[in-house]
């Protein structure tokens, strides 16, 4: 399988590790719900009355604990991959992320009190952390230049399809009450997804920037043409495009790896978008109404049935709102979207909050269907709008405003931001509705104004340029600029074996030349490559996997 087929087949089935928190999210979302889980986790007996009129007993605290877990863990994970992607690589970060969620998911199915389910979810957030930070990394690295949206957009659709799918697995199992396989079963589910990621990475490329910074330039060119290409490393498309990777690669390794203090002194605009566009996805609201939803929706009037099975409406709804993005956000841009988002996610909740204030003032009773038909609706277009503005975006800026030397711990602390928030989110939620009720609404309805200010006068536009120009958006000189860094845009770094304290460079036509003369050559996950020779004979440094200990 090469170019466009493998290119996508990449991209969607990496995106398997966002589809399983997505999935976690519908799961823990829907056992709230389920009264043998309660009485299991809580030790509170309970009638499904008493859970439509949300007079369960369970301390909101512990609930928020139970929801909260996950995300602390998998916001050390996220900062740890910062140095396991750089080192292994993204697709052995991607391999150990989900092994360890595939173990958190047996420790679910089989969890039998509520220590057991919390050390499952907090195992599970360090998979998920993992995989949250790298595969964003993965997408944009694999991604052609003009379609870096397309890509990280079909991720953030998978972790839709993955709460959609854990929405509909729940209200299917819903009718198997009351054994504990209604709340059991969808965790069966979700260790079936994490076999197929940890299978599907044994043949995942690694991306071409990682192979070629860390010296496999020959399987890089490689991964370049079987992604980008017909697999034939002499086509002058990707030879041009090895060479612009290769001369920004050796540009940046003249400044050295980004320190964390860097990110903040030299790459500062960078950094304030990155963690500022993740901590916003947050607080605009979208897990204060995911975690919960079934919850929500009782809260306003609806049965544990009918919440359920709209909970899986809304899913379906949250999915679709990411399919115009995908063909959009390319074109129109980042900017455009986040403050129509902005927009639309505001008036959206101004409609739920002040529904539910009329809601929280009817009698008990089918007084309330009117007003809970208003907020499920209201609750819906506000999913269609987060899916396909706030939702995808920060994931796309994160992984690609930075340059490669920064881009794994750039990545990383932004994913630490929407981690953080998450947990914040997802621990105040429930005391926030017991004490305030619909006013958290405007709450959040207030961050989403924020958001929209500050993205139109921080955010630049960052459409339409290679990961190797962005650093002309941000007022940065780049390899491309070669009065400013003296290296030509068309430089290569494949360096002779004689060679001792110069690194004497290729031309993109040279390279081409020397591609092209060479004898075809097929290369294996592990088999080393007919690699071409200098003009005087020299091979060039054998780069191939055979030959290499730190490969994954």
Not at 130 to 147: D, F, K, N, W
Not at 435 to 454: D, E, H, K, P, R
Request: charged share 10%; aromatic share 12%.
């Amino acid at each position: 399988m090469v170019g466009k087929p493998l290119l996508i087949a990449s991209a969607a089935l990496a995106s398997l590790g966002d589809a399983m928190f997505g999935y976690s999210q519908g799961i823990i979302a829907s056992n709230q719900v389920q009264p043998s889980f309660i009485k299991r986790m809580f030790g509170k007996d309970v009638t499904m009355a008493q859970i439509q009129a949300d007079d369960t007993g369970v301390n909101d605290f512990v609930v928020a604990i139970t929801v909260a877990c996950l995300n602390i863990t998998a916001l050390f994970a996220a900062l740890g991959s910062a140095y396991l992607c750089d080192i292994l690589g993204r697709r052995m970060s991607v391999r150990i992320g989900a092994v360890v969620y595939l173990l958190s998911a047996f420790i679910q199915i089989f969890s039998p009190d509520l220590a057991t389910l919390i050390v499952g979810r907090s195992i599970q957030g360090v998979g998920v952390g993992m995989l949250s930070m790298t595969v964003p990394i993965l997408q944009c690295e694999i991604a052609p230049g003009h379609s870096r949206g397309l890509f990280v957009s079909i991720e953030y659709l998978c972790l839709n399809l993955g709460y959609a799918l854990s929405a509909w697995v729940a209200y299917g199992f819903f009718f198997a009450m009351p054994s504990e396989i209604s709340w059991r079963g969808p965790y069966i589910v979700q260790a079936v997804l994490a076999a197929i990621l940890v299978v599907w990475t044994f043949f995942l490329p690694e991306t071409p920037r990682w192979l070629i910074k860390n010296g496999f330039h020959m399987e890089g060119l490689g991964a370049l043409a079987d992604l980008h290409g017909t697999g034939d490393m002499s086509e002058h498309a990707i030879q041009d495009s090895y060479a612009d990777i290769a001369a920004t690669i050796e540009y940046e390794e003249t400044l050295g790896q980004a320190s964390w203090a860097q990110l903040f002194k030299q790459y500062t605009r960078r950094t304030v978008i990155g963690i500022t566009c993740q901590l916003f996805s947050q607080f605009n609201g979208i897990n204060a109404i995911l975690y919960y939803l079934p919850t929500n929706l009782l809260r306003a009037g609806f049965t544990i049935q009918r919440a359920l099975l709209y909970s899986g409406a809304c899913a379906l709804v949250y999915c679709s709102g990411t399919i115009p993005t995908m063909f959009l956000i390319d074109k129109w841009g980042r900017r455009v979207f986040l403050l129509v988002g902005s927009v639309a996610l505001a008036a959206s909740l101004a409609i739920i909050g002040g529904l539910q204030y009329h809601s929280e003032a009817l009698p008990v009773g089918d007084a309330h269907m009117g007003t809970a038909d208003g907020i499920f609706a209201a609750v819906c277009v506000y999913l269609f709008f987060f899916g396909a503005t706030w939702g995808p975006t920060p994931w796309l800026l994160g992984a690609e405003i930075f340059p490669l030397r920064a881009r794994a711990k750039g990545m990383a602390l932004s994913t630490v931001s929407n981690w953080t928030c998450n947990f914040i989110i997802a621990f105040i939620t429930p005391p926030l509705f017991s004490s305030i009720g619909a006013g958290y609404y405007f709450v959040l309805l207030a961050f989403c104004a924020v958001s929209g200010v500050f993205v139109y006068f921080v955010y630049p536009e960052t459409a339409h340029l290679t990961l190797e120009q962005l650093g002309q958006v941000f007022g940065e000189q780049t390899a491309e600029d070669p009065e400013k860094t003296g290296i030509c845009a068309s430089a290569v770094t494949l360096v002779p074996s004689n060679a001792q304290d110069s690194k004497p460079t290729l031309s993109g036509l040279e390279l081409r030349e020397k591609v092209a003369s060479a004898p075809d050559t097929d290369i294996e996950p592990h088999q080393a490559p007919t690699v071409p020779q200098t003009s005087d004979g020299d091979t060039f440094r054998d780069v191939s996997l055979a030959n290499q200990n730190v490969m994954p």
